[in-house]
T-cell receptor, first 110, second 114 residues
Framework: GENVEQHPSTLSVQEGDSAVIKCTYSDSASNYFPWYKQELGKGPQLIIDIRSNVGEKKDQRIAVTLNKTAKHFSLHITETQPEDSAVYFC?????????FGKGTKLSVIP | DAGVIQSPRHEVTEMGQEVTLRCKPISGHDYLFWYRQTMMRGLELLIYFNNNVPIDDSGMPEDRFSAKMPNASFSTLKIQPSEPRDSAVYFCASLTGVFTGELFFGEGSRLTVL
């Protein structure tokens, strides 16, 4: 089955700086890579996703890149704000199952 | 739509007791998932249903865990008997259409087994 590794497990940045979270996956058949944000006491919520026929996708301050050859994908958050503080999960999906990384706790310091 | 609704939000029980967690998926969603979240293991898929039928329960830890989906608007996850190592946050999630789509999570049920 799929195995998704996520790094770092914790990340602290100053407000206004950029944050990068990286993930690798093992199953070359995986073709869908979403990112979820989990705020304290809530369930994860989708913030952006990318499919294997696309190398990069942007949505305002958030971008995701995918390198299928190397089997890794990354989340980039620019101009970080305090409300970006949360746990972020990457995931990979093939034909029938979504496998999550262990999560990255992002702290944005005002 | 109100989103995925889970109950109870918090449950504290003693070892050996039966625990039942409940979930109402978003109306019209074909898939329903139960996940368990712990610090050590992250988000683990326990079981998922498609059109009320269990498809993959390979993530269910052991026979003490069971899940049912009697109709399209209701599912339960039962633990009997409960053990302290079952303490975790249990999430229900649903999605519609193809598997690679947005998964909508409930707010979770935090279980503490003493």
């Amino acid at each position: 089955g799929e195995n998704v590794e996520q790094h770092p497990s914790t990340l602290s940045v100053q407000e206004g700086d950029s944050a990068v979270i990286k993930c690798t996956y093992s199953d070359s058949a995986s073709n869908y890579f979403p990112w979820y944000k989990q705020e304290l006491g809530k369930g994860p919520q989708l913030i952006i996703d990318i499919r294997s026929n696309v190398g990069e996708k942007k949505d305002q301050r958030i971008a995701v890149t995918l390198n299928k050859t190397a089997k890794h994908f990354s989340l980039h958050i620019t101009e970080t704000q305090p409300e970006d503080s949360a746990v972020y999960f990457c995931a990979g999906a093939g034909s029938y199952q979504l496998t999550f990384g262990k999560g990255t706790k992002l702290s944005v310091i005002p | 739509d109100a989103g995925v609704i889970q109950s109870p939000r918090h449950e504290v029980t003693e070892m050996g007791q039966e625990v039942t967690l409940r979930c109402k998926p978003i109306s019209g969603h074909d898939y329903l998932f139960w996940y368990r979240q712990t610090m050590m293991r992250g988000l683990e898929l326990l079981i998922y249903f498609n059109n009320n039928v269990p498809i993959d329960d390979s993530g269910m830890p052991e026979d003490r865990f069971s899940a049912k989906m009697p109709n399209a608007s209701f599912s339960t996850l039962k633990i009997q008997p409960s053990e302290p190592r079952d303490s975790a946050v249990y999430f229900c999630a649903s999605l519609t259409g193809v598997f690679t789509g947005e998964l909508f999570f409930g707010e979770g049920s935090r279980l503490t087994v003493l």
